[in-house]
Structures are given as structure tokens and as C-alpha cells.
Nanobody
Framework: VQLQASGGGLVQPGGSLRLSCAASGTIFIIGAMGWYRQAPGKQRELVAL???????SYGDSVKGRFTISRDNANNRVYLQMNSLKSEDTAAYYCKAVRDGIDYWGHGTQVTVSS
């Protein structure tokens, strides 16, 4: 499974960004897909995760601001990020789970700054 994330960039506080991640390769059945992030000097943390059936979970710091969605037909997962804060600045990584194995994409940088 290969994962290609896109959509990161520089945004002002209070702004919005939408991340996208496309899965390719041997993707017969992908289970959960989601997003993690890692800021400099910090551990990687869960942002949002969504099951194949659409059940979503979020990290506490993004609840009410971020929304994860998924397109199973095209093996894509999206992260709509609203009301961005400076503390959301991090590299965002896409993850997919297949047969109990985690697959990771390269990070896409999100920088929230005025």
C-alpha cells in the first residue's frame, strides 16, 4: 500500500485547509484510514481516524474543528481543518491499516502563522 498525501501549506490562524490522501498498490481491503501529526520535538499524535464503515474518532485537541471523511470507491481519505491554530503546526501523516499492518505516507507540512 502506498499513500500519497497532499494539501498542506501555510495558513493564517483561523483559516482552513483540506488534506487529501490517496492509497494505491495492493489495496484489496483497507480498514481504518486516518491522520496523525508530529510537531518538532513532540511525539506523533492521533488527529483523526475513520473506519471503512465511516465511524470516526478524533484527538481531543481537534474535536469540533477538524472533520475526517473517506471515499472508499477511490481509496481516499480527507481531513478538513477549520479554525486552525498555531499549535496545529506540524507534519501531517496519512495512515492506512490493511490486514493488521500499518502503512504510512510521507508527511505534508501544515504551518499556521500570521
Amino acid at each position: 500500500v502506498q499513500l500519497q498525501a497532499s494539501g498542506g501549506g501555510l495558513v493564517q490562524p483561523g483559516g482552513s485547509l483540506r488534506l487529501s490522501c490517496a492509497a494505491s498498490g495492493t489495496i484489496f481491503i483497507i480498514g481504518a484510514m486516518g491522520w496523525y501529526r508530529q510537531a518538532p520535538g513532540k511525539q506523533r499524535e492521533l488527529v483523526a481516524l475513520i473506519t471503512r464503515f465511516g465511524s470516526a474518532s478524533y484527538g481531543d485537541s481537534v474535536k469540533g474543528r477538524f472533520t475526517i471523511s473517506r471515499d472508499n470507491a477511490n481509496n481516499r481519505v480527507y481531513l478538513q481543518m477549520n479554525s486552525l491554530k498555531s499549535e496545529d503546526t506540524a507534519a501531517y501523516y496519512c495512515k492506512a491499516v490493511r490486514d493488521g499492518i500499518d502503512y504510512w505516507g510521507h508527511g505534508t507540512q501544515v504551518t499556521v502563522s500570521s
